[in-house]
Nanobody, 123 residues
Framework: QVQLVESGGGLVQSGGSLRLSCAASGRTFSAYHKAWFRQAPGKEREFVAAINWSGSSTAYADSVKGRFTISRDNALNTVYLQMNSLKPEDTAVYYC????????????????WGQGTQVTVSS
């Protein structure tokens, strides 16, 4: 079992930055691929970014490419999402996800999920 706990969300002005963290506990974290998804009110959950188990491969949604960076520190059992140049449309609950088999962009490919952290970007 893998437990995931997100932190780092909050209220920020348009153009600002936030760094989200996702701390994992349980089974060997380093063996799991990780991803961030987000869900805005009234919208479906959408893919944001993913990183493979070693950190050698990453993937991003077009809407965040060039502004967000996903990274991981397996020694600290933590994955990060650095968000720069934030826009009001980035407002959502951000979720961390993990899976041992999948390095994908669909939420149904990930087995383990955190509880989410709210990010609000004001204009």
């Amino acid at each position: 079992q893998v437990q995931l706990v997100e932190s780092g969300g909050g209220l920020v002005q348009s153009g600002g930055s936030l760094r989200l963290s996702c701390a994992a506990s349980g089974r060997t974290f380093s063996a799991y691929h990780k991803a961030w998804f987000r869900q805005a009110p009234g919208k479906e959950r959408e893919f944001v970014a993913a990183i493979n188990w070693s950190g050698s491969s990453t993937a991003y949604a077009d809407s965040v490419k060039g502004r967000f960076t996903i990274s991981r520190d397996n020694a600290l059992n933590t994955v990060y999402l650095q968000m720069n140049s934030l826009k009001p449309e980035d407002t959502a609950v951000y979720y961390c996800a993990a899976d041992r088999e999948t390095f994908g962009v669909r939420d149904n490919e990930y087995r383990y999920w955190g509880q989410g952290t709210q990010v609000t970007v004001s204009s």
